[in-house]
């Protein structure tokens, strides 16, 4: 694999190279700039340094995909032939640079960050600035700069994206065309990002610190953030007294809308809901660290050390070709983690938290994998009428009802799981059939002038029976 050495320029002006960067180029057998549409190229030649350039690549290439490909192409037949120096702006940053290290082995000088002139120029801000190329805006949680603005149709689609964040009115920090390390910029409002005279790749944008309050889009540590000022000296009464114990239910509660949501297929409803899902997860994350329990690094680890463990087909040697496999091995490397000697083991260590009727499922499933299991539905079935016949005894004198009825109900989501029917989606279902019936009776009764309170049950059955002959019931 041919060795190259990649310099960064830095910036552009001569004034921000390095003599790092410098001595490389000059030492270098065959000089290669990516662009010379910079002061430190007019420099160069100042000084007495010949090269080459890849512009013509940049008018040739029809997308930034082809033109890395041409890049890496080029500079490594040029490898064949001498030791090279491939120059850019930031080796750090740069597309090309990252595509030409997967196919040869760099040597990289670095140099003055792009971001270092315009920083120097705009207002101190006392919080870190993110940086991103106009190619790769994500979002404004801190205050954003924005590198190589070089065209109008390219800011025009930063703005696009960035109004997904915030108003057209925000002012932001626009640094025109300029080949000098010292920089100057205009204040002008975010929808006048597209509306300047003139554009290239020294251009930059500077979004300064936008309010919560101001935003459109929030993310992950905004979040993070809110509750941070909610359980803060001057936060909520309510949200400051909360401790993982009377959090609980909540957990819960979110997890089951978020449930309902899902099976409404309303996907606006299940991003607000999973939204209060990760409310709870911030929520415990922040107490943890209140009463040092955990941190919200904890949970984060845990589960993706959980996941990169437990996908040993992915991140180590295992072999699964199937999703059946993979939920094999699963089961597996969870036995494995949790010490598990035997299937009694595995049963008591199905969580009792889960609610009954899903435990029950899960326990039977994994009775299931050593053979201990009907192969037909109707075999369960017969289960459940030994099981009624026995509930039908105790309701007529017997003493143990309790225990019965649980046997009865293990049974039947026996019977739901070998005929592949999830019970509580069924017992849900049926519910929902329930009220929707109920209401068709109760309107029919009081169309007919009459109440509940006037009827007896037959009465009230034959209203029943009635309901389930209407479309809705």
């Known amino acids: 694999m041919k060795k190259i050495t990649v310099v960064s320029l830095g910036p552009g002006p001569r004034e921000c190279l390095t003599l790092g960067g410098m001595n490389a180029m000059e030492q270098a057998k065959k000089l290669v700039l990516r662009t010379n549409q910079c002061d430190a190229a007019a420099y160069l030649l100042e000084k007495g340094l010949s090269f080459e350039t890849l512009d013509h690549l940049h008018e040739s290439c029809e997308d930034f995909d082809e033109l890395c490909e041409a890049v890496v192409e080029t500079l490594l037949a040029m490898a064949q032939e001498t030791e090279i120096c491939y120059a850019v702006f930031d080796a750090g940053a740069d597309e090309t640079v990252k595509a030409l290290a997967e196919k040869a082995e760099l040597l990289i000088i670095p140099g003055m960050p792009l971001s270092a002139p315009f920083l120097s120029a705009a207002p101190q801000a006392k ?4 940086t991103a190329s106009s190619l790769e805006i994500t979002g404004t949680q801190n205050p954003l700069l924005i590198l190589e603005c070089d065209s109008k149709m ?28 010292v920089r100057t910029y205009i204040e002008l409002p975010l929808s006048d990002l597209d509306r300047q005279k003139h554009y290239d790749h020294t251009c930059a944008v500077l979004i300064p610190p936008v309010e919560l309050t101001a935003r459109k889009r929030f993310d992950f540590y905004d979040l993070v953030r809110v509750m941070e000022i909610l359980r803060g000296e001057n936060g909520c009464p309510w949200d400051k007294e909360q401790d993982h114990h009377s959090l609980r239910k909540y957990l819960i509660e979110e997890a089951y809308e978020t449930a309902a949501a899902i099976d409404e297929e309303d996907w606006d409803h299940v991003a607000d809901e999973l939204g209060d899902v990760m409310l709870q997860v911030v929520f415990h994350a922040h107490v943890g660290r209140q009463y040092g329990t955990m941190e919200l690094s904890d949970i984060t680890s845990y589960i993706c050390r959980k996941m990169i463990d437990r996908h040993r087909h992915i991140f180590g040697a295992d072999q699964c070709e199937t999703a059946e496999d993979v939920l094999k091995n699963w089961e597996k490397i969870k036995k494995e983690e ?10 008591k260590g199905v969580s009792a938290g889960l609610p009954p009727m899903m435990r029950a499922g899960k326990v039977q499933k994994k009775a299931r994998d050593v053979g201990f299991d009907w192969d037909d539905p109707r075999d369960a079935l017969q289960k459940v009428h030994e ?15 309790f225990m019965e009825m649980g046997d009865l109900f293990f049974a039947c989501v026996n019977v739901a799981r070998l005929a592949g029917v999830d019970p509580e989606a069924a017992l849900h279902q049926a519910t929902e059939k329930f009220i929707s019936r109920f209401t068709a009776m109760e309107n029919a009764i009081l169309q007919d002038g009459k109440s509940f309170e006037g009827l007896t049950l037959s009465e009230m059955d034959v209203y029943w029976e009635g309901s389930k002959q209407r479309p809705q019931a």
């Open 127 to 130: 919080i870190e600035i993110q």
């Open 154 to 181: 390219l800011m025009g689609e930063c703005k696009l994206e960035l109004l997904r964040h915030l108003d057209p009115d925000q002012k932001i920090l626009f640094f025109p065309p300029c080949q000098s390390a």
């Open 387 to 401: 099981e009624a016949e026995e509930v039908l005894a105790e309701l007529d004198g017997g003493s143990d009802l």
């Open 338 to 347: 949790r010490g598990f000697k035997t299937q009694s083991d595995v049963l």
